[in-house]
Antibody, heavy 122, light 110 residues
Framework: QVTLRESGPALVKPTQALTLTCTFS??????????VTWIRQPPGKALEWLAR???????SYNTSLKTRLTISKDTSKNQVVLTMTNVDPVDTATYYCARSPYSSSWYHFDYWGQGTLVTVSS | QSVVTQPPSASGTPGQTVTISCSGSISNIGSNYVSWYHQLPGTAPKLLIY???QRPSGVPDRFSGSKSGTSASLAISGLRSEDEADYYC???????????FGGGTKLTVL
């Protein structure tokens, strides 16, 4: 059974860094063709793709947020960590992690965590 | 503003067939497979269609996907009240080297 769970602070002050952890089970991030993706959704708005980390440690970032994002993994703990620096109130959103099998031409999100709401406010 | 465009809303009556479109470009939909998700209020999105037209186990065959060129479509036949949700398309974008989502379509069952 595949599960993912996001954890992190519910409230962060502007200019601070936000660190979110995705803890998963039921699959391995050492399996070729597997990755984990972070996605966010501001209240009442659309989904936004943030970053992904592949089984071979290859990383991809949203070009608009690239300078502020860092994604990493700890395969021994089955965790993927996303750090966002210099947060702003516009970063207030529900943050999801998702399991993402992929190949050269297909990529989708077959299992999602429940999401964690992060509010950026002073 | 999303690089992949969906109509903001769609509607239909029970039993009807509704189609939701997803328009992109050569770098995303034109070159890669499309997936579709639906999202009920307050819940995480759920995979409906992957690789343009494949359904995960447990997804009813009332849901079907197709792709032509730089556009894709999701069709929902035999519309039910429980289909009322937000629907998103997604694909990899080779130019951005990242994933992209459509802006979402809110489906109302009248």
């Amino acid at each position: 059974q595949v599960t993912l769970r996001e954890s992190g602070p519910a409230l962060v002050k502007p200019t601070q860094a936000l660190t979110l952890t995705c803890t998963f089970s039921g699959f391995s991030l050492t399996t070729p063709g597997m990755c984990v993706t972070w996605i966010r959704q501001p209240p009442g708005k659309a989904l936004e793709w943030l970053a992904r980390i592949d089984w071979d440690d290859d990383k991809s970032y949203n070009t608009s947020l690239k300078t502020r994002l860092t994604i990493s993994k700890d395969t021994s703990k089955n965790q993927v960590v996303l750090t966002m620096t210099n947060v702003d109130p516009v970063d207030t959103a529900t943050y999801y992690c998702a399991r993402s099998p992929y190949s050269s031409s297909w990529y989708h999100f077959d299992y999602w965590g429940q999401g964690t709401l992060v509010t950026v406010s002073s | 503003q999303s690089v992949v465009t969906q109509p903001p809303s769609a509607s239909g009556t029970p039993g009807q067939t509704v189609t939701i479109s997803c328009s992109g470009s050569i770098s995303n939909i034109g070159s890669n497979y499309v997936s579709w998700y639906h999202q009920l209020p307050g819940t995480a999105p759920k995979l409906l269609i992957y690789r343009n037209s494949q359904r995960p186990s447990g997804v009813p065959d009332r849901f079907s996907g197709s792709k032509s060129g730089t556009s894709a479509s999701l069709a929902i036949s035999g519309l039910r009240s429980e289909d009322e949700a937000d629907y998103y398309c997604a694909a990899w974008d080779d130019r951005l080297s990242g994933g992209v989502f459509g802006g979402g379509t809110k489906l109302t069952v009248l």
